[in-house]
C-alpha cells in the first residue's frame, strides 16, 4: 500500500533510504537543510555530494521546511548524525501525530549525555510516539543500497506493531529486512562497530596484514560485546546484522568513512587534517569519546577502544597503541560470554 513517508536528513544513508522507500512506490518527502541541495533533488534528481553519479526516482521531493515535511505524515524516519538528534527531534515534535511511526537509522551516541539515540529521541518526541520507536541497523553501505545492490538489516523496537510495520514499509527484493525485539543491542552494536573500524583502517595504513585484521574484528567484537550486555542488551544481538554482519562491511570496505578515516590516521595524517578532508561526519570519532566513557563509568575494560581514544585525543602514536595492545597481560578469551565478567 503506498504511504507518505519523510526522510530527515539527505546524508547519503538518508538519501539511500528514501531511494528503498521510493522503490516501493511511497510517496517521499526528503527534509534538507540546504535550498541548493534542495533544488538539484527537486530538478536533477540527484545528490552528487553524497553519492555521486546515482540518479534520483522523481517521486522523492526534497524541502527545507521541516514543519512542511513532518506534519501529517504517518511515518518519519531519521537518518541526522548523532549530534544533530536531539535538536532536530525537539523542533519536529510539535509536529508529529500521536500515531506516527518513527524510525530512526542513526548509528552513535550523545557526547553530552552519553545516551543511545533512542533515548535522546524518547526524551524529546510525545510519550505515545516513543513506546513505538524503531531503529534500522545493520551491514548497509549506503552507495551499495542506492544500487539495488542485495542487502539485508533488522529493524529493532520495543513495540512489535512497529517492527512489523517498519519490515513491511522498508522491505523489497534488494533489501530484506529482519526483525529483533533488542532495541538496546541493536543501538550498541551499531554504534560501537564503528571504534573498531576506525582500528581497522588504521591497521590497514601501517601496512598490518590479515592476521592483525582478524584479531581486531574478533576482539573488537567482544568487547563491543561485553560493554553492551552490561548495559542491557540480548547477547544473541551481537551474533546477528546488527553485530557481526555491520562490523565486518564497516571493518573491510573502502566505501566505509569511517575506515578510510583511520586508514589516513595511519598514515600518519592528524586527526582534524583528516576530518577537514572526509568533508563528511565520521561518527566513530565521536563514539570512541562516548564509549570510553561509558566503559569507565560501567567499569568494563575496552582496551582497543582504550588504545583509539588515546591515538585520536590524547596524541598516541597509532604503532605505539598497536605494541601496547599486543604486550598486555595474559589473559582468556571467552569471558565476554559472562555479563558480570569484565576483563578482557
Known amino acids: 500500500m503506498r504511504k507518505e513517508v519523510t526522510v530527515v536528513g539527505a546524508g547519503s544513508w538518508g538519501t539511500a533510504l528514501a531511494s528503498v522507500l521510493a522503490e516501493n512506490g511511497h510517496q517521499v518527502r526528503l527534509w534538507v537543510r540546504d535550498s541548493k541541495l534542495a533544488d538539484e533533488v527537486n530538478t536533477k534528481h540527484t545528490n552528487a555530494k553524497y553519492l555521486p553519479e546515482v540518479k534520483l526516482a522523481e517521486s522523492i521531493v526534497a524541502t527545507t521546511d521541516l514543519e512542511a515535511a513532518v506534519s501529517g505524515k504517518p511515518i518519519v524516519l531519521l537518518a541526522v548524525p548523532s549530534h544533530a538528534m536531539r535538536q532536530i527531534c525537539r523542533q519536529l515534535a510539535p509536529f508529529l501525530y500521536s500515531d506516527t511511526l518513527l524510525i530512526h537509522a542513526t548509528k552513535g551516541f550523545e557526547l553530552e549525555s552519553l545516551k543511545r539515540m533512542s533515548e535522546v529521541i524518547m526524551e524529546e518526541v510525545p510519550r505515545e510516539i516513543s513506546g513505538r520507536l524503531a531503529v534500522l541497523s545493520g551491514p548497509s553501505h549506503a552507495e551499495e543500497v542506492v544500487r539495488r545492490q542485495p542487502t539485508t538489516v533488522v529493524v529493532a523496537s520495543e513495540s512489535e506493531d512497529s517492527m512489523l510495520r517498519a519490515q513491511d514499509l522498508l522491505m523489497n527484493a534488494n533489501f530484506r529486512v529482519y526483525t529483533n525485539p533488542d ?139 598497536v605494541e601496547e595492545l599486543m604486550g598486555r597481560g595474559k589473559t582468556f578469551e571467552m569471558g565476554y560470554l559472562n555479563p558480570d565478567e569484565t576483563q578482557a
Not at 562490523?247 to 586527526?271: D, F
Open 183 to 321: 532495541l538496546i543491542g541493536a543501538e550498541i552494536a551499531g554504534a560501537l562497530k564503528n571504534i573498531i573500524a576506525l582500528g581497522a583502517g588504521m591497521s590497514d595504513g601501517l601496512g598490518f596484514g590479515d592476521n592483525a585484521k582478524a584479531a581486531l574484528l574478533t576482539r573488537g567484537l567482544a568487547e563491543i560485546s561485553r560493554l553492551g550486555i552490561k548495559l542491557g542488551a540480548m547477547p544473541l544481538t551481537f551474533s546477528g546484522l546488527a553485530g557481526v554482519g555491520d562490523l565486518i562491511v564497516t571493518c573491510t570496505s573502502r566505501h566505509s568513512r569511517n575506515w578510510r578515516a583511520g586508514y589516513m590516521l595511519g598514515q600518519g595524517k592528524k586527526l582534524d587534517d583528516v576530518l577537514a578532508q572526509m568533508g563528511m561526519v565520521v561518527e566513530g570519532v565521536r563514539t570512541t569519546h562516548a564509549a570510553h566513557a561509558l566503559a569507565q563509568r560501567e567499569q568494563v575494560e575496552m582496551p582497543i577502544t582504550s588504545v583509539l581514544y588515546g591515538i585520536l585525543f590524547e596524541g598516541k602514536e597509532p604503532r605505539q597503541g
